[in-house]
């Protein structure tokens, strides 16, 4: 990635009121969904209790529970979602630096969870190089995978007072 394009995405992050904290926090809660995915697969949530079939004569009878159809609806769409979320993430870091994507990878999507003075002894730069690049890489990927998180201006009375 160029110095002028850094230039312009720092340009860009400063301009707009994003809270850095909620934003970091809601890509690595991304990033940690899909590492599970990729790793586990789905859990499907299983029924604990199945309908009887006999019928019920005290209550209304035209009143129709389906707690199983719900719960395989919910099942098929949650593991529809995780692989969009999957696929929108490949497509996210196919856009960042090797460097970046590097970075991200053995920060986040591994297995094997290491240390970042490891990993940046490992890949040879310096642990204050090492975390700008992991900070940028996020912002993209904040950007990229629409999570920014935005603050909001306080509200003032037409009085001005608070």
């Not at 790793?39 to 029924?47: D, F, H, L, P, T």
């Amino acid at each position: 990635m160029g110095r002028r394009r850094i230039h312009v995405y720092h340009a860009l992050f400063d301009s707009l009121p994003v809270d850095e904290a909620a934003t970091r926090a809601a890509v690595e809660k991304r990033l940690e969904e899909v590492r599970r995915y990729r790793q586990v697969g789905w859990i499907r949530k299983e029924a604990f209790i199945t309908a009887g079939y006999e019928p019920r004569l005290h209550g209304a009878t035209h009143v129709v529970s389906q707690p199983t159809e719900r719960l395989a609806i919910g099942n098929v769409d949650k593991e529809a979602e995780l692989i969009r979320k999957s696929e929108l993430l490949d497509l996210a870091m196919e856009r960042l630096s090797e460097e970046q994507r590097e970075v991200i990878r053995r920060s986040y999507l591994d297995q094997k969870a290491e240390y970042d003075f490891i990993s940046c002894g490992e890949m040879g730069i310096s642990d204050r190089t090492y975390r700008r690049i992991k900070a940028s890489a996020i912002r993209l990927l904040a950007a990229a995978l629409k999570l920014e998180v935005y603050q909001e201006e306080p509200h003032t009375s037409k009085h001005g007072v608070g």
